[in-house]
């Protein structure tokens, strides 16, 4: 079991390095893009959009967001194009977060707040 979570993880990793450079590759559509850096944005932002403190759904967000997101994108990817991105991520670090992703899953917040107050108030 322990393996299995090790290889998964090393997986995940690897793939979202792989929709990192998807989202510079003029082989990968526009939506797979906007998808691509929307999974890899979430994936190293330091802020989450479920904080983590809250019991369960903190970490459920985690677990389903950036796999389904990855899913999502490789799906829309072409096979050759996301074997290829694979292939070069292997041999590669993976992408580092920064400030710009938590600015992105920032603004979201304040997007959703505002969206909830008119909707609402």
Same mark, same amino acid.
């Given at each position: 079991?322990?393996?299995?979570?090790?290889?998964?993880?090393?997986?995940?990793?690897?793939?979202?390095?792989?929709?990192?450079?998807?989202?510079?590759?003029?082989?990968?559509?526009?939506?797979?893009?906007?998808?691509?850096?929307?999974? =890899?944005?979430?994936?190293?932002?330091?802020?989450?959009?479920?904080?983590?403190?809250?019991?369960?759904?903190?970490?459920?967000?985690?677990?389903?967001?950036?796999?389904?997101?990855?899913? =999502?994108?490789?799906?829309?990817?072409?096979?050759? =194009?996301?074997?290829?991105?694979?292939?070069?991520?292997?041999?590669?670090?993976?992408?580092?977060?920064?400030?710009?992703?938590?600015?992105?899953?920032?603004?979201?917040?304040?997007?959703?707040?505002?969206?909830?107050?008119?909707?609402?108030?």
């Amino acid at each position: 079991m322990r393996q299995r979570l090790s290889d998964w993880a090393r997986r995940l990793k690897r793939d979202v390095t792989a929709l990192w450079l998807a989202t510079r590759d003029p082989r990968v559509p526009r939506l797979a893009r906007i998808v691509a850096a929307a999974t =890899v944005a979430y994936a190293l932002s330091p802020i989450d959009l479920i904080p983590d403190p809250i019991p369960v759904i903190g970490q459920l967000d985690d677990i389903l967001i950036v796999p389904l997101g990855l899913a =999502v994108a490789a799906w829309l990817i072409p096979d050759d =194009v996301m074997r290829d991105l694979r292939r070069r991520a292997e041999t590669m670090p993976p992408p580092r977060g920064g400030w710009v992703a938590a600015a992105l899953v920032v603004a979201v917040w304040i997007a959703l707040a505002v969206w909830v107050y008119t909707a609402f108030a």
